[in-house]
């Protein structure tokens, strides 16, 4: 029902842009905070951007200023447009909404790695 997809290895100062297809199912899409997580390697899942159903946008502070978030009601999509990217972006992003919905599984994500 979250489908992550626009991962790729990518060497640094290079741009990405993801996209999380929501399903259609799910119908609070356009009521929620929605969010971009990633999980590196032996870490815990972090939140790296969120947006409000009025625009209000929060990101983390490694990526601001690199990282663009973004949404499309009317297609139930969410983006985030990843540039200047840095080895430590390298992890695999997850979408969800903020807090993450309870009754809604985890999509596999989509990995990002930067550098070789």
């Known amino acids: 029902q979250l489908v992550e997809s626009g991962g790729d290895l990518v060497q640094p100062g290079e741009s990405l842009r993801l996209s999380c297809a929501v399903s259609?199912?799910?119908?609070?899409?356009?009521?929620?905070?929605l969010a971009w997580y990633r999980q590196a390697p032996g870490k815990q899942r972090e939140l790296v951007a969120s947006?409000?159903?009025?625009?209000?946008?929060e990101y983390e502070d490694s990526v601001k200023g690199r990282f663009t978030i973004s949404r499309d009601n009317s297609k139930k999509m969410l983006y985030l447009q990843m540039n200047s990217l840095k080895p430590e972006d390298t992890a695999r992003y997850y979408c969800?909404?903020?807090?993450?919905?309870?009754?809604?599984?985890w999509g596999q994500g989509t990995q990002v790695t930067v550098g070789s």
């Open positions: 259609s199912s799910i119908s609070s899409f356009n009521t929620v905070t």
């Open positions: 947006i409000s159903t009025g625009g209000s946008i």
């Open positions: 969800n909404a903020r807090p993450p919905w309870a009754t809604v599984p």
